[in-house]
């Protein structure tokens, strides 16, 4: 699928919704829609449940004090701004249906990872996968939370672990490999390795940290090197959808 932009050579639909520009507006609806609906759910509770790499950022923005959340507000702000005038030359075209092609193809991407993963774990360990997928998306939290609860944390986990440890981690790993190497193909695959061994090891790192069992381990390994590997060739926006709808699948087809 292509578009031409007044006269302009073509823009493909993979061309665009691999750009930046594309991952700020599909994390839009991810971004609003955990933002409302934790707070709807955890209601007036003193000790709210989130997701951890939502907590790590509302850390860093608590030098704001009561104004975190609209500290976080301008910030977001700022990115689409920052994006938007950065990719401008580019000419990238702003189409409403490719934003629903992109959820599309992120949740073909979710079915597909979520049974290579399973299997490819499943036949190792010949363990039942059931408890640990479920872990895998509850995260480090202390109580055992709802399915709506669960549903919530699987978006926030979509978008928050994404931008952490794709965008920060691995985008920021395959830049300084790619021009330290000058090869992009080893950057990439140095980079999505250690990545998701770090994505990985994470989760038992902490007081609230999971126990470790090398079965786990290698699940969120896997399922860390899925990511990255859609993270570098398709993107930050697919990637976090991806990463969204397979936790929504897990937790509603398990817990339903």
């Known amino acids: 699928m292509e578009v031409s932009v007044e006269g302009r050579p ?3 639909y993979w061309g665009a919704t691999k750009s ?3 991952g700020f507006i599909a994390a839009l609806p991810l971004f609003l829609l955990y933002e409302v609906l934790i707070l709807l759910v955890n209601g007036g509770r003193a000790n709210q ?7 790590w950022i509302k850390q860093l923005l608590s030098v704001f004090g009561t104004y975190a959340m609209t500290a976080l507000a301008i910030l977001v702000l700022m990115i689409g701004v920052t994006v938007f005038v950065h990719e401008r ?3 990238i075209p702003i189409r409403f249906n ?6 599309g193809e992120s949740a073909v991407y979710a ?3 979520a049974f290579l993963v399973s299997a490819v774990v499943g036949l190792i360990f010949s363990m039942d996968l059931g408890s640990l997928h479920v872990g895998m998306v509850q995260g480090q939290e202390a109580e055992a939370p709802g399915m709506f609860m669960m549903v919530v944390l699987s978006i926030g986990a979509g978008l928050y672990e994404e931008l952490i440890f794709r965008v920060v ?3 920021s790993l395959s830049w300084v490999l790619y021009h330290w190497m000058g090869n992009k193909t080893a950057a990439y695959v140095v980079s999505a390795l250690v990545g998701a061994l770090i994505f990985s090891a994470v989760h038992y790192v902490g007081a609230l940290g999971d126990a470790f069992t090398l079965s786990s381990f290698t699940f969120r390994f896997l399922f860390g090197l899925a990511l990255n590997g859609i993270f570098l060739i ?3 926006g697919v990637a976090a959808w991806t990463h969204a709808l397979y936790d929504v699948l897990v937790v509603t087809h398990l817990l339903g």
């Open 98 to 103: 490719f934003l629903g092609w992109l959820i």
């Open 89 to 91: 030359k580019k000419k």
């Open 234 to 236: 398709r993107g930050f």
């Open 20 to 22: 930046a520009t594309y």
């Open 10 to 12: 073509s823009v493909s």
């Open 111 to 113: 079915i597909i990872v």
């Open 169 to 171: 981690l691995v985008g």
């Open 49 to 55: 449940i989130r997701v951890g790499a939502d907590v």
